[in-house]
């Protein structure tokens, strides 16, 4: 008999070759979480940008808003003057109930160039802030200025 070593199970090895194999999948966000972190903690010390951007967004879609403040934090350390950076921060701010944070980084992704209305608009990270009166302000006021989408809000930073 040849053992199919793609046919161990955790009760033990078969023979059944057409037996469907039950491993558990991993949530996106939780393979992209340990596969981020594993590459970070590869190269102490190095700054892996893109990676940290993947890693911040996937934290951010689990709910685990903490975690992902800290990597936007670290994110805007390394690129202070990227406006989509910026706009993602303040997206962590909002989403972590730091609304005062959310509206001065917000503001600062703004005057960085950020001019995304229709995203802005529509972005669920900024619920916590949408009711008060600055950021209609703030839209009104970009509203005003000429549009140009562009890509936000933990889906990717080029």
């Known amino acids: ?21 039950e491993v558990p999948v991993p949530a996106e966000a939780d ?23 993947l890693l911040g967004d996937a934290y951010t879609r689990k709910g685990e808003y903490a975690k992902g403040l800290e990597m936007d934090i670290q994110l805007s350390r390394l690129q202070p003057e990227n406006k989509l950076v910026r706009y ?16 001065s980084t917000l503001n600062k992704a703004v005057e960085l160039g950020y001019r995304d209305v229709e995203h802005l608009r529509n972005d669920h990270d900024l619920d916590a802030i949408k009711s008060d009166p600055r950021f209609q302000s703030l839209l009104t006021k970009l509203s005003s200025v000429t549009q140009e989408p562009e890509t936000s809000s933990h889906q990717g930073i080029s």
Request: net charge positive; glycine share 4%.
């Open 1 to 21: 008999m040849l053992l199919d070593i793609r046919k161990l199970y955790k009760s033990g090895v078969t023979s059944d070759l057409f037996r469907p194999i």
């Open 31 to 53: 393979f992209e979480i340990a596969f981020c972190e594993d590459i970070l903690k590869s190269v102490p010390g190095r700054a892996h940008f893109e990676t940290m951007v």
């Open 88 to 103: 993602n921060l303040a997206c962590s701010y909002a989403l972590t109930g730091q609304k005062e944070k959310a509206f």
